[in-house]
């Protein structure tokens, strides 16, 4: 079946660099993207969303690129801090039966060296 | 305003056993979700409930169901239990309006032995 998210899975940076994750999809049916941040112990932590109609879209310190052409989903923090080390998600979004589905990729580990 | 709940957080049950998980949604979320995280196969949809109707369902046995309350509070039942059942279980509930953003509970942490 389709699914999202293929790349793992962990990403080293240093305190005060960018970081760059990468998501893969297969669904070019999907209304829209999320990225969820997962810290150890608790449920996923909603940072940023993009519908497909959209290339970019910015948040506080994070920019979520769309390219649909190779279907294709970016994270980027910005002066990255210890505190974004934490597992990554990008998720699939389908409005379906009036409904929304998620369909989650395998997530990538960041790690902030200090 | 309080987050989603979960309880219990963690549960251990032998193989044949039946559970049930419950979640209760942000308050005004009428939309709650299901999802089902191991390391083998990451989060995988399970279920999402609104106004006591399921409307989507993912691909997993029929072992596995739900059901949503009046006040929107929702369960999941996980009949003769399995090895493989062992997971996170993780509920997340969201808007109507604001179908993107889906707010997650912890989780309950299901140990099948």
Redesign the interface.
């Given at each position: 079946?389709e699914s999202v998210g293929l790349h793992l899975p962990t990403l080293s940076v240093q305190e005060g660099d960018n970081s760059i994750i990468n998501c893969a999809y297969s669904n070019s049916a999907s209304d829209?993207f999320?990225w969820?941040k997962q810290e150890s112990?608790?449920?996923?932590?909603?940072i940023i969303?993009i519908?497909s109609n959209m290339d970019k879209r910015q948040g506080q310190r994070v920019t979520v690129l769309l390219n649909k052409t190779v279907k294709h989903l970016s994270l980027q923090i910005a002066a990255t801090q210890p505190g974004d080390s934490a597992v990554y998600?990008c998720?699939e979004?389908r409005?379906?039966?009036?409904?929304?589905?998620?369909?989650?990729?395998?997530?990538t580990r960041l790690m902030v060296k200090p | 305003k309080a987050g989603v709940t979960q309880t219990p957080r963690y549960l251990i049950k032998t193989r044949g056993q039946q559970v049930t998980l419950s979640c209760s949604p942000i308050s005004g979320h009428r939309s709650v979700s299901w999802y089902q995280q191991t390391p083998g196969q990451g989060l995988q949809f399970l279920f999402e409930y609104f106004s006591e109707t399921q409307r989507n369902k993912g691909n997993f046995p029929g072992r596995f169901s739900g059901r949503q309350f009046s006040n929107s509070r929702s369960e999941m039942n996980v009949s003769t239990l399995e090895l493989g059942d062992s997971a996170l279980y993780l509920c997340a509930s969201s808007l109507v309006v604001s179908i993107n953003e889906q707010f997650f509970g912890p989780g309950t942490r299901l140990t099948v032995l």
């Open positions: 079946g829209y999320i969820y112990g608790k449920g996923p932590q909603f969303d519908r998600f998720a979004g409005v379906f039966n009036a409904g929304n589905m998620l369909t989650f990729g395998g997530g | -």
